[in-house]
């Protein structure tokens, strides 16, 4: 169960980014409120959801922005890539061109994101195994290859959507705690300075050219 708003001890930023209708929507739904809508429409421009989770005892709390994947949208949500420290790149594993794809969203994030965001590649829609297109092999092989952690998942029946979120998380907050340690002598060890500044613009922009 989430913490009340004041009382965490790390805010994280965290961008889900993919081709339109690879499910970012439906996973972003499934972790923050447990609801899955098989009619859910496209995202229009970018909107976010807050969630909060225990990673070592502490009290972790992310803003999850969820990003249109049209193509016309692309230059907007690309200045929401600054500021996370977390991105979920996913493909859909029923159809392939979403997969060829991932190496585009690939440098769009790496052109726009911090050097040291954590990045997973994630193989939604798991539940659809008699229409995959794209191999698990073949897309763990390739995360490898991009130094990327890789998970399969289904928000529609609840597969390791959680864990691919937690997993990120988990991994994003030791990396920061451990260069917290590192500048301890500049910075003193308080919630009050482990909040990693997010500034909210206004959300659900329309794309006007979709």
Not at 33 to 45: A, D, Q
Not at 85 to 106: F, M, P, Q, S
Not at 131 to 140: I, M, Q
Not at 148 to 161: G, K, P, R, W, Y
Request: proline content about 2%.
């Amino acid at each position: 169960m989430g913490a009340p708003d004041d009382e965490y001890y790390y805010l994280f930023k965290v961008v889900l980014i993919g081709d339109s209708g690879v499910g970012k929507s439906d996973l972003l739904s499934r972790f923050t409120r447990n609801e899955f809508n098989s009619e859910s429409k496209s995202t229009i421009g970018v909107e976010f959801a807050t969630h909060s989770i225990q990673v070592d005892g502490k009290t972790i709390k992310v803003q999850i922005w969820d990003t249109a994947g049209q193509e016309c949208c692309r230059a907007i949500t690309s200045a929401y890539y600054r500021g996370a420290v977390g991105a979920l790149l996913v493909y859909d594993i029923a159809k392939h061109l979403t997969y060829e794809d991932v190496d585009r969203w690939l440098k769009d994030l790496r052109d726009h994101a911090d050097n040291n965001i954590v990045i997973m590649l994630v193989g939604n829609k798991s539940d659809l195994r008699h229409l995959r297109a794209v191999p698990t092999d073949e897309a763990r092989a390739s995360a490898e290859k991009n130094s990327l952690s890789f998970i399969e998942t289904s928000a529609s029946d609840s597969t390791n959507e959680e864990e691919a979120f937690k997993s990120i998380l988990t991994e994003t907050y030791r990396i920061i705690s451990q260069k917290q340690i590192s500048d301890r002598s500049a910075h003193k060890d308080s919630p009050g300075n482990n909040v990693v500044d997010i500034s909210v613009p206004n959300t659900g922009w329309p794309c006007y050219q979709c």
